[in-house]
């Protein structure tokens, strides 16, 4: 019997520049630094819409909006999200869960990990329970521990059968 449920990973860099604007989850982010990239860098959404793309074998996020095109230049990624999730609904898949992972040094991620998961569960279309962001730093350790970057890795699940809730 199968089970019709798939898995999906994804990960995303991005450099950070002092005087840009930091966009995580969806949400702008209090900092003197903010992540270079040809759309507005949320890291973590990037690495959200890999995660679901791969579960569905969609390819990946630059396949499906290219850096190399101005339609996606500065764009909201919540937009990006958005048309994964599309995407992922028109292959006739439901979203069960996302799981993510944000490593960097500084600010702080607690006081926005609420504000993130349930920005991230309204454009998924799944429950804030559905949605999970931790955070780590690297321990002064490498680049991110010198906070010259940001790295997101997510996870999710994805089934043809409506999940129950
Ligand atoms: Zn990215």
């Not at 920005?119 to 730093?137: D, E, F, L």
Request: hydrophobic share 40%; aromatic share 4%.
């Amino acid at each position: 019997m199968s089970l019709h449920q798939r898995i999906g990973q994804g990960i995303d860099f991005h450099r950070l520049e002092k005087g840009r604007e930091l966009w995580l989850g969806g949400i702008n982010i209090p900092s003197d630094k903010g992540c270079i990239a040809h759309s507005d860098g949320d890291v973590l959404i990037h690495a959200i819409c890999d995660a679901l793309l791969g579960a569905a074998g969609l390819r990946d996020i630059g396949f499906h909006f290219p850096d190399t095109s101005s339609e996606f230049k500065n764009i909201d990624s919540k937009i990006l999200l958005k048309r994964t999730v599309n995407l992922i609904l028109e292959k006739g898949y439901h979203i069960i869960n996302i799981d993510s992972t944000l490593c960097l040094e500084e600010p702080r991620m607690s006081g926005y990990i609420d504000k993130m998961c349930s920005t991230i569960a309204v454009i998924a279309g799944i429950p804030s329970n559905a949605v999970a962001v931790k955070a780590t730093t690297t321990e002064k350790m490498g680049f991110t521990g010198r906070g010259e970057g940001i790295v997101a890795m997510a996870v999710c699940l994805i089934s043809e059968l409506m999940p129950d809730r």
